[in-house]
C-alpha cells in the first residue's frame, strides 16, 4: 500500500492562476481531509468527505472547492490564488469516524 | 473549536518519560480522545486513541481520567525523535470531521 498520495510536492502560483491539488489514497477508506497548515500554526480544515459523492465545509473553505467522485481520490481546487493561501496543504484519510487517520506528505503551495 | 486544551510547549530529557496533558471537558460519552504528532513539517502521525479505558501501544500510553474530562499520553523512555509538536483531538460529537488544536511542542533534551 502506498497510502496517501499527494501531488505536487511543491508549487509556485502566481496570483489569480488556479490549480488543482491531487489526494489519493488505495486503503479503501470511506472518510477524506484536507487541511492547510500556515508557517508555526496548526492545522485547519478545510474540507472533508465521508464517502464517494459526499463532501462538507470544514473551518476554512472559502477559496477553495472539492469533488469526491470515487473512494481513492479527493482533489481540492483552488480557483483564483490569493497570496494568503500560501501554506502547506495536507491530506488524510481513514476508514470510519473512530479510526486512525493516515496522512500524505504534504504539498507546500505559494502564492507570489 | 477544537474542545481541548494543551500547554503550548514542554521539555523532556532523553530516556525520561514525557507526560502530556490535555484538558476534554466538554466531551461527550460517546467520543474518543486521539493523539497525534507532527515532527518538524512531515504529515501527522496517529498515536493512540480511547474511549474510557486506558489503552498502550508500541508508541505510547494513554491515560483518561475516569470523568474523561481529561486525559495524559505517556511516552516512557522518550528519545531526541520524540521532538515534535503534539496533538490532542476530540471529535466534536455530531460532526464527522477531525479538528485541530494548536497542539504542545515537546523538545527531548539530551
Known amino acids: 500500500n502506498a497510502g496517501v498520495t499527494q501531488t505536487p510536492k511543491f508549487r509556485i502560483l502566481k496570483i489569480g492562476q488556479s490549480m488543482t491539488l491531487q489526494c489519493t489514497q488505495d486503503?479503501?477508506?470511506?472518510?477524506m481531509y484536507w487541511y492547510r497548515q500556515d508557517p508555526g500554526m496548526g492545522l485547519k480544515l478545510i474540507y472533508y468527505?465521508?464517502?464517494?459523492?459526499?463532501?462538507d465545509k470544514g473551518e476554512v473553505p472559502n477559496g477553495y472547492n472539492v469533488s469526491r467522485s470515487t473512494t481513492e481520490d479527493f482533489p481540492l481546487r483552488l480557483e483564483l490564488a490569493a497570496p494568503s493561501q500560501t501554506s502547506v496543504y495536507f491530506c488524510?484519510?481513514?476508514?470510519?469516524?473512530?479510526?486512525?487517520?493516515?496522512f500524505g506528505q504534504g504539498t507546500r503551495l505559494t502564492v507570489v | 473549536d477544537a474542545k481541548t486544551t494543551q500547554p503550548p510547549s514542554m521539555d523532556c530529557a532523553e530516556g525520561r518519560a514525557a507526560n502530556l496533558p490535555c484538558n476534554h471537558s466538554?466531551?461527550?460519552?460517546?467520543?474518543?480522545v486521539y493523539w497525534y504528532r507532527q515532527i518538524h513539517s512531515q504529515g501527522p502521525q496517529y498515536i493512540i486513541h480511547?474511549?474510557?479505558n486506558n489503552e498502550t501501544n508500541e508508541m505510547a500510553s494513554l491515560i483518561i481520567t475516569e470523568d474523561r474530562k481529561s486525559s495524559t499520553l505517556i511516552l516512557p523512555h522518550a528519545t531526541l525523535r520524540d521532538t515534535a509538536v503534539y496533538y490532542c483531538?476530540?471529535?466534536?460529537?455530531?460532526?464527522?470531521?477531525?479538528?485541530f488544536g494548536a497542539g504542545t511542542r515537546l523538545t527531548v533534551k539530551p
Open positions: 488524510a484519510s481513514s476508514y470510519r469516524l473512530n479510526t486512525e487517520a493516515f
Open positions: 486503503m479503501n477508506h470511506n472518510y
Open positions: 468527505s465521508v464517502g464517494a459523492g459526499i463532501t
Open positions: 466538554t466531551i461527550s460519552g460517546n467520543e474518543y
Open positions: 480511547g474511549l474510557k
Open positions: 483531538i476530540v471529535r466534536v460529537e455530531g460532526r464527522n470531521d477531525m479538528r
